[in-house]
């Protein structure tokens, strides 16, 4: 091995050591909520494209861990909030954990690549820029990636919360 190559795998080795740091403390933060709540949930860790990954799943199915999604994520959203600034302050070092409860970001994430493919299909037939509805971040970045894995080019427009995007013909 070269020392470039020595050096970008201790980067690599050091960049998971530290997205698994952020995972364990956010799961220790989340822990804690849940003991407050009353609510039963298990904790799963990941690391996925360059973030910790952090899921709360329940056995038992139970209708419980809904109330910390709320309506349309929101409660999700905001939990997601505090348990970056929970790890921010142990770390000092900003985080972009995702935050998923009940499996709703990931179906959310495989109904957002499905809409960025079918307003792909629609631009690409049309020959005209397709506007989806606002979307919050994370669905904006889902949607961005299912059309440029489509083969074309998509744009973020408006001010928050009334962002949206704007699928672009080829």
């Given at each position: 091995?070269?020392?470039?190559?020595?050096s970008?795998?201790?980067?690599g080795?050091?960049?998971?050591?530290?997205?698994e740091?952020?995972?364990?403390i956010?799961?220790?933060?989340?822990?804690g909520?849940?003991?407050?709540?009353?609510?039963d949930?298990d904790?799963?860790m990941?690391v996925?494209?360059?973030?910790?990954?952090v899921?709360?799943?329940?056995?038992?199915?139970?209708?419980?861990?809904?109330?910390l999604?709320?309506r349309?994520?929101e409660?999700?959203?905001?939990?997601?909030?505090?348990?970056?600034?929970a790890?921010?302050r142990?770390?000092g070092d900003r985080?972009r954990?995702?935050?998923?409860?009940?499996?709703?970001?990931?179906r959310?994430?495989?109904?957002l690549?499905?809409?960025?493919?079918?307003?792909?299909?629609e631009?690409r037939?049309s020959?005209?820029?397709?506007k989806?509805?606002p979307?919050t971040?994370f669905?904006?970045?889902?949607?961005?990636?299912?059309?440029?894995?489509?083969?074309?080019?998509?744009?973020?427009?408006?001010?928050?919360?009334?962002?949206?995007?704007?699928?672009?013909?080829?």
């Open positions: 091995m070269t020392e470039g190559t020595t970008a795998a201790a980067e080795t050091d960049t998971l050591t530290r997205l740091q952020e995972g364990e956010a799961a220790d933060y989340l822990e909520l849940l003991d407050i709540a009353d609510l949930g904790i799963d990941d996925e494209a360059d973030r910790a990954s899921s709360i799943i329940s056995d038992t199915g139970s209708r419980d861990l809904q109330k999604v709320g349309d994520g409660v999700l959203e905001a939990l997601q909030e505090l348990t970056r600034l790890v921010h142990e770390t985080s954990l995702m935050l998923d409860i009940a499996g709703y970001r990931a959310k994430r495989t109904e690549s499905e809409l960025g493919a079918k307003a792909a299909a631009a037939s020959g005209e820029p397709v989806l509805d979307m971040p669905e904006r970045k889902v949607v961005h990636d299912a059309v440029k894995a489509a083969g074309l080019r998509s744009e973020s427009e408006g001010e928050e919360p009334q962002r949206f995007v704007v699928v672009l013909p080829a």
